[in-house]
């Protein structure tokens, strides 16, 4: 079972659209969960973190865990074709403290104008 | 703002030869990792360096590969004698050891070998 999935997509939307990206995580030990954003054949770019279950709002962002299922969403509100970008969920969890970042697929999204 | 860098943007070497690639992390940061991605593919984790040591790695990282820190700003990834499968963007990140296990990514270095 992997331990972190997304559904690649891609995602198309129009211009204004409420997005909602999401994953699931197999590992209940899995604590703090990550949203990155990724355009094409660049780094990864922090969006947002959580830690505990709820709801987390940045803007136009809101990240959602819920540990009882163990699924993470991104809401993007008015999305943007500036928004266009794959979305990586990532959770930290390695040996001792080393904090690496296990990541999903990644979900390609398309905003159009 | 403060901001991981790397260099090359691009490499392209033959099979066979030894690449090292170039990181910035951030100035106060502590943990330093380095992750690579096949296009089209999950980005993956290789290895973390804390305290000047390696705390962590993957499968990945086998005998051909090692880091170092060879001053207090850079950090390299050494590729001692590169395989086709090898190619790949590579992407060093860094994050400052407090509470929140946030990692930042700097470009990231899109190595190619022939």
């Known amino acids: 079972q992997k331990e972190v999935e997304q559904d690649p997509g891609p995602l198309s939307v129009p211009e204004g659209a409420i997005v909602s990206l999401n994953c699931t995580y197999s590992n209940s030990a899995f604590q703090y969960f990550m949203w990155y954003r990724q355009y094409s054949r660049k780094g990864p770019e922090l969006l947002m973190y959580t830690y505990s279950s709820g709801n987390k709002e940045d803007g136009r962002f809101t990240a959602q865990v819920d540990k009882s299922s163990k699924y993470i969403s991104l809401f993007i509100r008015d999305s943007q074709p500036s928004d266009s970008a794959t979305y990586l969920c990532?959770?930290?969890?390695?040996?001792?403290?080393?904090?690496?970042?296990?990541f999903g697929q990644g979900t390609t999204l398309q905003v159009k104008p | 703002e403060p901001e991981v860098t790397q260099t090359p943007s691009h490499q392209v070497t033959q099979m066979g030869q030894e690449v090292i690639l170039r990181c910035v992390p951030i100035?106060?940061?502590?943990?330093f990792y380095w992750y690579r991605q096949i296009l089209g593919q999950k980005v993956e984790f290789l290895v973390s360096f804390y305290n000047n040591e390696i705390s962590e790695k993957s499968e990945i990282f086998d005998d051909q590969f090692s880091v170092e820190r060879p001053d207090g700003s850079n950090f390299t990834l050494k590729i001692r004698s590169t395989k086709l499968e090898d190619s790949a963007m590579y992407f060093c990140?860094?994050?400052?050891?407090?509470?929140?296990?946030?990692?930042?990514f700097g470009p990231g270095t899109r190595l190619l070998v022939l």
């Open positions: 990140a860094s994050r400052d050891g407090g509470g929140v296990e946030t990692q930042y």
């Open positions: 100035s106060n940061h502590l943990y």
């Open positions: 990532a959770t930290p969890h390695g040996s001792g403290n080393t904090g690496k970042l296990i």
